[in-house]
């Protein structure tokens, strides 16, 4: 069973800067992609950023060029750099992953990003 542990979430001024990280433990040998999703107040799950494990990336829309995501496959850890932060991103951050031959998503319990404006 593999857990996930985050931090890095808080309250930050708009074009402001914030840094997530998310650290895997436990039998992580079969994780593929990670990354994270995020649930703003009254609205769907969304993904954010992803990257596999051999270190290709897709961001959503919404946050190309202002978010870079980048893992350690020796520490099973992964990061979010989040710059240039809107109140729009204000949401609840997911650390999630992947295993080979399975759609299933494994979740970490989420930390909260505010943005003010």
């Known amino acids: 069973q593999v857990q996930l542990v985050e931090s890095g979430g808080g309250l930050v001024q708009a074009g402001g800067s914030l840094r997530l990280s998310c650290a895997a433990s436990?039998?992580?040998?079969?994780?593929?992609?990670m990354g994270w999703y995020r649930q703003a107040p009254g609205k769907q799950r969304e993904l954010a950023a992803i990257?596999?494990?051999?270190?290709?990336?897709n961001y959503a829309r919404s946050v190309k060029g202002r978010f870079a995501i980048s893992r350690d496959n020796a520490k099973n850890t992964v990061s979010l750099e989040m710059n240039s932060l809107k109140p729009e991103d204000t949401a609840v951050y997911y650390c999630?992953?992947?295993?080979?031959?399975?759609?299933?998503?494994?979740w970490g319990q989420g930390t909260q990003v505010t943005v003010s404006s």
């Open positions: 436990g039998s992580s040998s079969h994780i593929n992609a």
């Open positions: 990257i596999t494990s051999g270190g290709s990336t």
């Open positions: 999630f992953y992947d295993r080979l031959g399975s759609t299933s998503l494994y």
